[in-house]
């Protein structure tokens, strides 16, 4: 299996190559020559498999380059110990038709974890394969859950250093406190003054500066990515997919409801579609900052509107990067017009995908949006039906499912635990409180009778040792600063 860029760069690398680079040098995104399928005799097996086993099936028919033994270590390194369930990501129904995907068992209870727990195994496991003696300094800019998961999967992780930026006030208290708070002599947390999109644009063009890569060669330091732009962090997200989708046992195709900013996790589910998994429709629930249910509905991407900060914070994005990809695959890799369109999405701020491509994808995907008082009655109301407890991203796909409920069975992809964000949690059930966000944190844990998390738990308590703030005008020269 080899991968190449989005964006035409020709050179076609092995899967090893392409994790330790994360960005193409021509700005693309790495991407599979081909998507393997999935035989039926697998497809049968995978049925009576537990998380792992599939994980490695799934691992084994994209890394190619990686011996049985080292997918074996990177698997068991992430997922064994690390999850407070042995399902990793278990399903709960709803009701006879609907099932919930909780993704958030791991160590900082959000999705990212499924992901990045492995991809420091991913990434260690490449740098022998290719003979990478440099130093790799990950730089990951996040909305919120990708931070602290990416701290938390590469502390003291030998050879590496990491730097996450967060929007100093784009995402929950919790969120900040978990990545503030962060252990690790290799990491470093940055809040920046700007929005998700700025920390994003910021990282690529970091990772694309050849003269700033020869820098930081010279001092045996060569940069990677944690986000979803890293082909290692994607590929995780499959198997969650392919797992649940046969965990239901029915004839039918299973839809999914996907919360989603920067497109990963949905892509993550029409790859598995590709591969052969029983999925039917894929679903894009988006809050407020709909660019994402707009361009589905009418194919024109424009991210020059106004960026609302909402209740799900996550998904506050208005340049869905992983949406390339899925342009790649779905244009049967035009990368001629893949680096057209992203190249006017950055001068113009806005592109138009030809009508035939828009049909295409059309017949893959749905979307709706949801505003927050939606998004707090969404939480209200499955509440009061089934005495279950959603996030505010959750809830906007639980809302986007009420307006698209279909004959097929149904998976809503739960990406956060409710207690990363308490406040709009409690308020959709009990009204507004003069508390602090920890004292609802305890109320909603009082309130719910549900035990609040371990890794949340006592996180006031826990010493702040990232104090760093910067201008988005001085992201680059702070993060070179930090790694230098």
């Known amino acids: 299996m080899l991968y190449e860029s989005t964006r035409g760069d020709k050179t076609r690398i ?11 040098t021509d700005r693309g995104l790495y991407t599979p020559s081909f998507i393997p399928t999935l035989s039926d005799e697998e497809i049968v097996t995978i049925a009576t498999s537990d998380y792992k086993d599939v994980a490695k099936l799934v691992f084994s028919k994209f890394l190619t380059d990686f011996s049985a033994d080292e997918i074996d270590a990177c698997i068991k390194g992430a997922y064994e110990n690390t999850f407070d369930t042995p399902e990793i990501a278990p399903l709960q129904q709803l009701d006879d038709n609907t099932s919930i995907l909780e993704l ?14 492995a991809l420091p195994y991913l990434l260690t496991t490449s740098m022998k394969i290719t003979g990478e003696s440099n130093k790799i300094a990950i730089i990951v800019a996040t909305s919120g859950d990708t931070g602290k998961a990416a701290l938390e999967g590469f502390k003291d992780v030998e050879g590496t250093s990491i730097v996450v930026m967060y929007p100093s006030e784009g995402v929950s208290l919790v969120q900040k406190q978990q990545m503030i708070t962060q252990q690790g002599e290799n990491v470093n ?19 694309t500066n050849p003269d700033l890569e020869q820098q930081l060669l010279d001092k045996e330091i060569k940069l990677s990515s944690a986000n979803s732009i890293n082909w290692g962090r994607l590929l995780p997200q499959i198997v969650y997919y392919i797992k649940s989708s046969l965990d239901i046992e029915t004839d039918k195709l299973i839809d999914y409801v996907v919360p989603t900013g920067n497109f990963g996790n949905i892509l993550a589910g029409y790859y598995a579609k590709k591969m052969g998994a029983p999925i039917g429709k894929l679903i894009c629930a988006s809050n407020s900052n709909n660019v994402l249910t707009d361009f589905i509905k009418t194919g024109v991407y424009d991210r020059r509107r106004e960026f609302v900060k909402t209740l799900s914070p996550s998904m506050d994005i208005l340049i869905s990067s992983n949406l390339e990809r899925f342009l790649f695959e779905l244009s049967d890799h035009d990368s001629d017009l893949i680096d057209s369109l992203m190249n006017k999405l950055d001068l113009q701020g806005y592109y138009e995908i030809p009508q035939q ?6 017949g893959l995907l749905e979307a709706e949006y949801c505003t927050d008082q939606q998004t707090q009655e969404a939480i209200k109301q499955c509440w009061d039906k089934y005495n279950y407890l959603l996030d505010t991203h959750t809830a906007v ?3 986007v499912h009420q307006m698209n409920k279909s004959d097929n069975p149904t998976i809503i992809v739960s990406t956060a635990s409710p207690f990363k964000f308490p406040q ?9 409180v003069d508390l602090t966000e920890y004292q609802i944190l305890k109320e909603l844990s009082n309130f719910t009778k549900w035990d609040i998390p371990a890794p949340i738990k006592d996180l006031e308590n826990i010493p702040v040792l990232h104090n760093t703030v910067c201008d988005k005008k001085e992201i680059v020269d702070t993060i070179i600063g930090v790694i230098n």
């Not at 092995?14 to 193409?24: D, E, N, S, T």
């Not at 700007?194 to 920390?199: I, K, P, Q, T």
């Not at 491509?357 to 059309?362: D, G, V, W």
């Not at 709009?424 to 507004?432: I, K, P, R």
């Open 189 to 207: 947390v940055i809040a920046i003054k700007g929005n998700f999109d700025d920390a994003q644009t910021a990282a690529k063009n970091i990772f």
């Open 104 to 117: 958030w068992h791991g160590p900082t209870c959000a999705f990212k974890d499924v992901a990045l727990q």
């Open 14 to 24: 092995p899967a090893a190559q392409a994790i330790v680079k994360g960005l193409a």
């Open 397 to 399: 796909a639980y809302n």
């Open 424 to 432: 709009g949690v409690y308020t959709a059930l009990n009204g507004e």
């Open 357 to 362: 491509l828009k049909l295409k994808m059309q």
